[in-house]
């Protein structure tokens, strides 16, 4: 605390220790708030007097106040630097004019000289956050009344990190179209920069004038992202991997198939309360592609019911995706076998649903009977390692049909290797294009535009 004895008054006006020394760079602002012009050039000289290093002009406290010509006199007969301030009354000050002639007047005031202008965090504020985690800052500017946002030229070339191209913000992000009422949809995940959620998304909204917005969510905890993106503003979620279980756990409520299966991959907030249902739509997808893709084949067993009845169903991975396609099958009749990185996951599913559960290593020497299913659902072949599989060439030859839910890239190394070994493949995007129109009626509650999600997802693999 400053006490008389270790502070002198310095001739230049200045604070000094004893010693003679300043030590900080702060500086001491007086404010000015006299009615009149000439009482302020006085109530500044005494400023000066007392040791202040800058005067504080409050424009607002002015009876009348001639803008050109006072502003003239204020910054010319300041004895100190001056900081021009014109406080709003929303913002605590006396003036209650127009903002455009307030805003004017600092403009002058800084044209004529004043070294510091006092501005309102809400008037000028551009807050973008940077990396991957701030791109909805540079997207959902739009919507929330932001001044401007950086768009370069080409992808890389950015003068701060996650700046998206000019190209993306209008024509993926549909950034003209965002305004006050829309609304926000996007995928939560991590990784989720691959996905191609947004674009399908945005493109559908479009074409159907929904007014709402998709975005990529890159989080780390989707509960504690939930609880801070809790405004009604922020309509409806797709989740993807790591999250769909803990997802589910974070809904008020569960769809009954997706609470059995364990895992969700949509969430909507209703809107007249904003309490988040869960669903799973993944299972539908994958299940009906893999039935169409045994359809077309001769050695369907069942040519009345589903063709799944009976066969024996080998998914890869025991997670969200796992689930799902293991309770989808098994409804369909399916006999399951599950093998997982790590076992004791396989086998609580296996446990849970009925079924058998090997590891990752015994999968190569698994072949108990000819013409079984097999559905990867890890991320095993996923860009950037699609030299990656789960499986060896020679072992696929016991699978009559091969599924990857992986669907960057659509031919995975799986899928090419089963394919020269003579199963049917039935790619991701199949089951990817399935879940997604039965999101898009739930987000918007329009029929999806089926073409167009087949001809986006077909254009961009
Ligand atoms: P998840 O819940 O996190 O489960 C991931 C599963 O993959 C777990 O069983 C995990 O085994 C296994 N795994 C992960 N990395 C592995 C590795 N390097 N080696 C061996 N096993 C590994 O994820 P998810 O939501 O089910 O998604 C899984 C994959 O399916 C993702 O690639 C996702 O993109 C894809 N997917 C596609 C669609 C589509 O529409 N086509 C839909 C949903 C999901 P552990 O238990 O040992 O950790």
């Given at each position: 605390m ?8 310095a001739?230049?006006g200045?604070q ?5 020394v300043?030590r900080s ?9 006299a ?25 607002d ?14 910054i ?29 007047a ?8 004043a ?7 809400q008037v ?8 991957e985690?701030g791109?909805?800052?540079r ?23 996650g700046?998206?191209?000019?190209k ?17 949809f ?41 609880h ?26 569960v ?14 907030r209703?809107?007249t ?10 299972y539908?997808?994958a299940?009906?592609?893999i ?15 589903s063709?799944l ?16 396609l ?6 369909k009749?399916a ?17 849970t ?6 590891s ?13 299913i097999?559905?990867n ?19 696929l030859?016991?699978y ?15 899928l ?12 991701g ?14 987000f ?13 997802m077909?254009?961009?693999?």
């Open positions: 400053d006490s008389p004895q270790n502070v002198l008054l001739s230049d200045l000094v220790g004893v010693d003679g300043r760079s702060t500086v001491i602002c007086a404010p000015i708030m009615e009149s012009v000439d009482k302020m050039v006085i109530d500044m000289g005494k400023a000066k007097a007392l040791g202040a290093d800058l005067v504080e002009v409050r424009l406290h002015l009876k009348d106040f001639n803008c050109n010509e006072d502003l003239k006199i204020l010319k007969e300041s004895p100190l630097p001056t900081l021009v301030t014109y406080r709003p009354k929303w913002e605590g000050g006396q003036y209650d004019g127009d903002e455009k002639y307030r805003l004017d600092l403009r002058l005031a800084m044209e004529l000289g070294d510091f202008i006092d501005v309102e965090l000028p504020t551009i807050g973008l956050v940077m990396g985690k791109l909805i800052s997207i959902l500017c739009a919507k929330f009344g932001g001044f401007l946002t950086f768009g370069s030229l080409d992808s890389g070339i950015v003068s701060a990190p700046q998206p191209t000019i993306n913000i209008l024509h993926l992000y549909n950034f003209r179209q965002i305004g006050p009422d829309t609304k926000v996007g995928i939560i995940g991590k990784p989720v920069s691959h996905s191609k959620s947004p674009m399908l998304y945005n493109e559908a909204f479009k074409s159907v004038c929904f007014n709402g917005v998709y975005v990529h969510l890159l989080v780390d905890d989707i509960a504690k992202f939930l801070t993106y809790s405004s009604k503003d922020f309509a409806g979620f797709s989740v993807t991997i790591p999250h769909k279980e803990a997802a589910l756990e974070c809904c008020d409520e769809d009954p198939v997706a609470k059995a299966i364990g895992a969700i991959n949509c969430i909507i209703r809107p309360d904003g309490k988040l249902f869960g669903f799973n739509t993944d539908v997808g299940i009906s592609a039935e169409d893709g045994l359809k077309g084949s001769h050695n369907s067993v069942s040519l009345t019911g063709p009845a009976g066969r024996l169903f080998v998914v890869i991975g025991a997670g969200g995706a796992g689930k799902a293991a309770y989808g099958a098994k409804q009749g006999r399951i076998a599950i093998a997982n990185r790590t076992y004791d996951r396989a086998r609580e599913l296996a446990d649903i009925g079924g058998d559960a090997l990752l290593a015994d999968l190569d020497n698994f072949h108990p009977e000819d013409g079984m097999l559905a659902t890890t991320s095993i072949g996923m860009q950037p390692k699609v030299d990656e599989t789960p499986i060896s060439k020679h072992a030859r016991s009559s049909l091969v599924f990857d839910a992986v669907y960057t890239p659509k031919m995975t190394r799986l090419k290797d089963a394919k020269e070994s003579g199963a049917i493949v039935v790619s995007l199949e089951m990817f294009i399935g879940q997604a129109y039965e999101q898009f009626e739930r918007t509650g329009l029929p999806a535009p089926v073409e167009l999600f087949r001809r986006v077909d254009g961009s693999s």
